[in-house]
C-alpha cells in the first residue's frame, strides 16, 4: 500500500502561485510513477501533470503547460505542482496520483493509489 497525503492548496488571486506538495509514505516511492489530476464542480476529473520514477520525463495537460512545473525529491518522498499564473479556471480539488506504468498515470486510467485531494480556489 502507499499513501498519499496533499497539502498546499489554498485561496489565491488570479495571476497568484501555489505550490503543492504531496506525501508519499508505504513502499518504495521511486518506483511509482505520480501525477497531479484536478476536478472541478460538475466536471470530470482531469489529469494535470506527471512525472517518470526517476524525474527524467515530465507530461502536461495542454491547458497549463507553461504555467505548472511538476518535479519530485525522492529522497523526500515528496512531490510538487508549482503553479504560477493561476487562473480562475484552474480552480478545483487536485489529487495525487501513485501508479507504476506511466501511461496509466498520464491517461488517468487504473491508477493504483490516489490522495485524498487539496481545494485549490483562484479568484478573479
Known amino acids: 500500500q502507499v499513501q498519499l497525503v496533499e497539502s498546499g492548496g489554498g485561496l489565491v488571486q488570479a495571476g497568484g502561485s501555489l505550490r503543492l506538495s504531496c506525501a508519499a509514505s508505504g513502499r518504495t516511492f521511486s518506483n511509482y510513477a505520480m501525477g497531479w489530476f484536478r476536478q472541478a464542480p460538475g466536471k470530470e476529473r482531469e489529469f494535470v501533470a506527471g512525472?517518470?520514477?526517476?524525474?527524467?520525463?515530465?507530461y502536461y495537460a495542454d491547458s497549463v503547460k507553461g504555467r505548472f512545473t511538476i518535479s519530485r525529491d525522492n529522497a523526500k518522498n515528496t512531490v510538487y505542482l508549482q503553479m504560477n499564473s493561476l487562473k480562475p479556471e484552474d480552480t478545483a480539488v487536485y489529487y495525487c496520483a501513485a501508479d507504476h506504468i506511466m501511461k496509466s498515470v498520464v491517461a488517468g486510467t487504473q491508477i493504483a493509489y490516489w490522495g485524498q485531494g487539496t481545494q485549490v480556489t483562484v479568484s478573479s
Open positions: 512525472i517518470s520514477w526517476r524525474g527524467g520525463s515530465t
